[in-house]
C-alpha cells in the first residue's frame, strides 16, 4: 500500500474528531474525539516513519500516547469533580471559569 | 494481501470513530472506540510498528478504555439536549470538519514528498521491535522518556488532587 492512503486515511479519521468536538456538548465524548484526533496524528507519524524506513517515528508515537495517557487522566478527574459538584455535564453550559 | 488488511482496518477504525461521535449513549460511545483503536493497532502492525501496535492494544485499548467506562458508568448516562444553543451548529459542525479534511489532503498530496507513492523502503529485519524501541528510548531520547515519566506522575497526582477532594461545607449547599 502506499504511503498516500495512510495519510488521506490519517487525515479522514483527524476531520472526524474535529467534527465530533464540534457538535457534540458532553465533555466525556469531547475527550473521546480528542483520542481520535490524537490518533489520526499518530497514524501519520508512524506511515512518515515507514515512508522514510525511520524508527524515531514510533519513539514520538509512543510519547504522543504517554501524553494522551495523561490528558484522559486529568479530563476524567476534572469530569467527576464537575458531577460530584453537581455541575451540568454539558460544556454550553459550563462557560465561566467561576468554579 | 495488505490491500485487504489495510482496507479491513481503516474501514474498522472510519466506522469506529463515526460510531464514537454517532451514538448518542456515552456507554456505547466508549465501546466503539474499542473498535476504533483495534483497527488502528491493525493498521499499525501493517506499517511495521509491532511495539507501537501492542502498547496501543495494551494502553489504550486495556487501560484508557476502563477509565472511560467506569467514568460513564459512574456519572450515568448524559442527555444531551434536543435544542441546539448555536443556531446551525450540527450543519456547521461536518461542514467545517470536510472543510479541514480537504485542506488536509490538499497539504499531504500537494507535498509532492517523492516517498508518497511508494511503499517505503526495504526495512531491516528487528524496525520497530521492542528491543529496538527500548534502545532509542534509552539512549538517544532519554530525556523525552524521562519527561513522559514526569509527565504520568503529575497527571496522577493531579488527578488524585482534582477527583479526590470532597467539596467543602460551603460549596455543597450551593446547586
Given at each position: 500500500?502506499?504511503?498516500?492512503?495512510?495519510?488521506?486515511?490519517?487525515?479522514?479519521?483527524?476531520?472526524?474528531?474535529?467534527?465530533?468536538?464540534?457538535?457534540?456538548?458532553?465533555?466525556?465524548?469531547?475527550?473521546?474525539?480528542?483520542?481520535?484526533?490524537?490518533?489520526?496524528?499518530?497514524?501519520?507519524?508512524?506511515?512518515?516513519?515507514?515512508?522514510?524506513?525511520?524508527?524515531?517515528?514510533?519513539?514520538?508515537?509512543?510519547?504522543?500516547?504517554?501524553?494522551?495517557?495523561?490528558?484522559?487522566?486529568?479530563?476524567?478527574?476534572?469530569?467527576?469533580?464537575?458531577?460530584?459538584?453537581?455541575?451540568?455535564?454539558?460544556?454550553?453550559?459550563?462557560?465561566?471559569?467561576?468554579? | 494481501?495488505?490491500?485487504?488488511?489495510?482496507?479491513?482496518?481503516?474501514?474498522?477504525?472510519?466506522?469506529?470513530?463515526?460510531?464514537?461521535?454517532?451514538?448518542?449513549?456515552?456507554?456505547?460511545?466508549?465501546?466503539?472506540?474499542?473498535?476504533?483503536?483495534?483497527?488502528?493497532?491493525?493498521?499499525?502492525?501493517?506499517?511495521?510498528?509491532?511495539?507501537?501496535?501492542?502498547?496501543?492494544?495494551?494502553?489504550?485499548a486495556g487501560a484508557i478504555v476502563v477509565l472511560y467506562v467506569f467514568v460513564a458508568a459512574y456519572v450515568g448516562g448524559i442527555e444531551e439536549p434536543l435544542w441546539e444553543p448555536i443556531p446551525g451548529?450540527?450543519?456547521?459542525?461536518?461542514?467545517?470538519?470536510?472543510?479541514?479534511?480537504?485542506?488536509?489532503?490538499?497539504?499531504?498530496?500537494?507535498?509532492?514528498?517523492?516517498?508518497?507513492?511508494?511503499?517505503?523502503?526495504?526495512?531491516?529485519?528487528?524496525?520497530?521491535?521492542?528491543?529496538?524501541?527500548?534502545?532509542?528510548?534509552?539512549?538517544?531520547?532519554?530525556?523525552?522518556?524521562?519527561?513522559?515519566?514526569?509527565?504520568?506522575?503529575?497527571?496522577?497526582?493531579?488527578?488524585?488532587?482534582?477527583?479526590?477532594?470532597?467539596?467543602?461545607?460551603?460549596e455543597q449547599e450551593q446547586p
Open positions: 500500500m502506499d504511503i498516500t492512503w495512510y495519510l488521506v486515511l490519517s487525515a479522514l479519521l483527524f476531520a472526524t474528531g474535529a467534527a465530533g468536538v464540534l457538535i457534540r456538548r458532553s465533555p466525556l465524548v469531547i475527550l473521546l474525539c480528542l483520542e481520535l484526533m490524537l490518533n489520526a496524528g499518530n497514524l501519520a507519524l508512524l506511515a512518515f516513519g515507514r515512508a522514510n524506513g525511520d524508527q524515531d517515528a514510533q519513539v514520538f508515537a509512543l510519547v504522543v500516547m504517554v501524553v494522551a495517557a495523561c490528558e484522559v487522566v486529568v479530563g476524567l478527574g476534572l469530569i467527576v469533580a464537575m458531577y460530584r459538584r453537581r455541575l451540568p455535564l454539558n460544556v454550553d453550559d459550563m462557560r465561566s471559569l467561576r468554579g | 494481501m495488505e490491500e485487504v488488511a489495510f482496507f479491513v482496518g481503516a474501514i474498522g477504525a472510519l466506522g469506529g470513530a463515526i460510531a464514537v461521535i454517532a451514538l448518542r449513549n456515552p456507554f456505547y460511545s466508549v465501546l466503539a472506540l474499542v473498535v476504533h483503536l483495534v483497527s488502528l493497532a491493525g493498521l499499525f502492525l501493517i506499517l511495521h510498528a509491532e511495539f507501537v501496535a501492542a502498547a496501543q492494544v495494551v494502553v489504550y451548529q450540527r450543519l456547521l459542525g461536518p461542514l467545517l470538519a470536510a472543510a479541514l479534511f480537504i485542506e488536509l489532503s490538499i497539504a499531504v498530496l500537494g507535498s509532492a514528498l517523492s516517498s508518497l507513492d511508494s511503499q517505503g523502503p526495504t526495512i531491516a529485519l528487528g524496525f520497530g521491535s521492542p528491543s529496538t524501541i527500548g534502545e532509542l528510548f534509552l539512549e538517544r531520547f532519554l530525556i523525552a522518556f524521562e519527561a513522559a515519566s514526569m509527565l504520568l506522575l503529575i497527571a496522577a497526582v493531579g488527578a488524585v488532587v482534582l477527583a479526590g477532594r470532597r467539596a467543602a461545607p460551603s
